[in-house]
């Protein structure tokens, strides 16, 4: 089960609430981004086991941050999340390198650990 | 007092060039007679055709430069040994009192106006330029052409004066020989090819008046570039050069007069366009038969157009007049409350005012017309741009109330709702299942209004067509469509404009909103074409048909928002289904 979480989203309600999640999951919150740049800094600093990554940040959107970190080498479990449905997204979801999309409305510890789960 | 002036002068040059000959045939100061004769001749000519072009036409300005031509010949230019005509001679010695025979023999610093005057000598040459640019108009019409005069009327003169004052003057003899020739030769030919551009890009009547000049000119070039080479290798010019020489040189100011009197146009055309005019003639067919009589094919007709606040094209494009002292000249057509149009021709046809307002008198009823179908060709093309922008605007304002969606009410629910699912899983812990229970009652409605929320969002400005484009975007509608729905892709991966985008992605949500709802049918297919320059959307449904524009606000609607992007929309609708079908340009 991977340990340290790194989470991004330019709100910084919604990190609280996700750092709450993560934290009673287990995980230990190692850092927080409020944009891609931040967080393609903070992953490579912190090299987390998993990333929260918000699709619509002010900078680069989520989807090329999740590629760009994806190919630097062996890359930590990146979760997508937006408030926006799958579908706004099509294909590019798939072919970012992330494990997995979830909408922020189903932002759960069952439909987490469902991705995270070896 | 221009008149008598004129009159005086009239009278007042033959005797001076009458008296010149006399003093000539006296013996006067010119020792070389074949010399003499090369000045005195050409210059009598240009004097006397210089008096008979500003007798007919006394407001321009050619008839006066020939005569300055010729008035610089008769003075002439000095060597250092001679003169070339017996005026020079005789200014010379009067300027001198006497005490100097020639420039060669004595210290021309002491004699500064004789030195003064002798720098003249060669001004005749940069006065022929000026008269080859200035030709017919009499005016020199471009900037660099006048700065170019101004020039070289201050450095030859003034080269010319260097010269004779120069302590060390023998040693520079060949100097200003060479020089003398250089100007002569080089005004001669620059002046040569200047007007043979001008004859190459005018218009017929800029043609006709320089075709004689042309034809004069070409010999004196052919002439004076072997007399300039024999007097640069200090040899004597042969008799038969020297008599071709002056035969030529005399015959060009026959060519300037030549040319003025066939700068004259007659109005006999006028008749025929009047006839034609009478019989009826459409917009477009008005340039042809001004451009006709005027003998300019490069004539324009640009019309005023109250709301642009310009002159316009036939199109309703802007178009500029051109500016002063230009190749081209515009006369302005007033009417009652305004201009009305303007004709902008050749500026050779400056010298035919009679004709142009003669022309534009005739066509006056026609061009009014015309502009009028051009004010409302340009009021057509500023609604259309219009509808345009409030098209552009209203899918802008969309995409703004999306995201503020998005932003805002979707992150404050979603930020509550994890909150909550927090407090739930507290409660749980502390088995507290009655606030639990609660809790997880709001958790539920919660969902339910982010999803509403979501598809209001989505309704008003899908982000996958901003995020992946138009075929994503369809594809996305295909895979919540309750019908199954076919996306045929013919356009690859290449974007169009955002607002091309849009106003497709709406044709196709409402047609398959409509085939959903109304056709009945199994199954609908979307299909996405590149031409050369448009764009084709077919939505087609194997449902009941009965669809029409006029039926309902929709297709209304469809229609409206695909004529403000400059396309059509049609619609075919029978028992075997319905499509609707949109072309939209989109640029090569």
Known sequence: MPRDAVIVDDHSGFRDQARKLFERMGFRVVGEAATGSEALGEVRRLRPDVVLLDIQLPDIDGISVAASIAAEGPSPAIVLVSARDPLDYGSRLTSCGAVGFIAKADLTADSLMALLRP | ?588
């Open chain 2, 1 to 588: 007092m221009t008149t008598l002036l004129r009159r005086a002068t009239q009278a007042g040059v033959p005797l001076a060039v009458a008296l010149v000959w006399i003093a000539d045939w006296a013996g006067g100061w010119a020792p070389d007679l074949a010399e003499t004769l090369g000045y005195i001749v050409p210059g009598s000519a240009f004097v006397i055709a210089g008096l008979v072009a500003w007798s007919l036409r006394p407001r321009n300005r050619v008839g006066r430069l020939m005569m300055a031509v010729g008035a610089g010949m008769l003075v002439g230019g000095a060597s250092l040994q001679k003169f070339t005509t017996p005026v020079e001679g005789a200014i010379f010695h009067a300027l001198t009192a006497g005490q100097c025979v020639s420039p060669g023999t004595c210290r021309m610093l002491d004699f500064p106006s004789a030195a003064l005057f002798l720098s003249f000598g060669q001004i005749w040459a940069v006065l022929l330029l000026h008269l080859l640019l200035a030709f017919p108009e009499g005016r020199v019409r471009v900037r660099p052409g006048r700065m170019l005069l101004v020039a070289l009327y201050i450095l030859v003169p003034l080269a010319r004066f260097v010269w004779l004052v120069a302590p060390l003057r023998p040693v520079s003899t060949a100097y200003a020989v060479v020089t003398g020739e250089t100007v002569y030769l080089a005004c001669l030919v620059f002046g040569s090819v200047l007007i043979l551009r001008r004859w190459a890009v005018g218009g017929y009547a800029r043609r006709r008046s320089l075709s004689p000049v042309l034809w004069s000119l070409a010999p004196v070039v052919l002439a004076f570039v072997p007399w300039t080479a024999v007097t640069l290798s200090q040899a004597q010019v042969g008799p038969t050069l020297r008599g071709f020489g002056l035969l030529f040189l005399t015959a060009l100011p026959v060519g300037f007069v030549v040319g003025m009197l066939r700068s004259g146009l007659d109005l006999v055309p006028i008749g025929s366009l009047v006839v034609k005019l009478s019989r009826g003639l459409l917009p477009e067919q008005l340039r042809p038969a001004l451009a006709e009589v005027l003998h300019d094919p490069s004539l324009e007709v640009a019309y005023w157009v109250p709301t642009m606040n310009s002159f316009a094209d036939l199109e309703g494009q802007a178009l500029e007049l051109p500016p002063p002292d230009s190749e081209r000249a515009a006369s302005i057509l007033d009417g009652e409350t305004g201009p009305v149009a303007a004709l902008v021709y050749d500026s050779s046809l400056l010298l035919e005012p009679d004709l142009v307002d003669a022309a534009a008198a005739a066509a006056r009823m026609a061009l009014e017309n015309a502009r009028l179908q051009v004010q409302l060709r340009a009021q057509l093309e500023e609604v259309r741009q219009s509808r345009a922008r409030l098209v552009e605007a209203g899918q802008q304002e969309r995409q703004r109330v999306e995201r503020d969606l998005h932003d805002g009410a979707q992150q404050q629910l979603v930020t509550l709702l994890l909150s909550l699912q927090h407090t739930k899983a507290e409660a749980n812990r502390r088995s507290d299942l009655d606030t639990a229970a609660l809790l997880d009652s709001n958790i539920a409605s919660l969902k339910q209004a982010l999803s509403e929320l979501r598809e209001l969002a989505r309704g008003i400005y899908p982000s996958i067509l901003t995020e992946a484009g138009l075929v994503p975007a369809l594809r996305s509608l295909a895979e919540r469509s309750p019908i199954p729905l076919e996306v045929s892709d013919g356009i690859g991966e290449r974007r169009l404009t955002a607002q091309l985008e849009a106003t497709l992605y709406f044709v196709a949500t409402e047609a398959i909103t409509n085939a959903v709802k109304h056709s009945e049918g199994r199954r609908i297919c979307v299909s996405l074409v590149r031409n050369h320059e448009t764009v084709v959307l077919d939505v087609s449904d194997d449902g009941q048909g009965g669809a029409a524009v006029g039926v309902g606000t929709g297709l209304r609607g469809l229609a409206d928002r695909v004529a403000a992007a400059g396309g059509r929309l049609r619609v075919e609708s029978d028992r075997r289904g319905t499509t609707i079908h949109c072309e939209i340009p989109c640029g090569s």
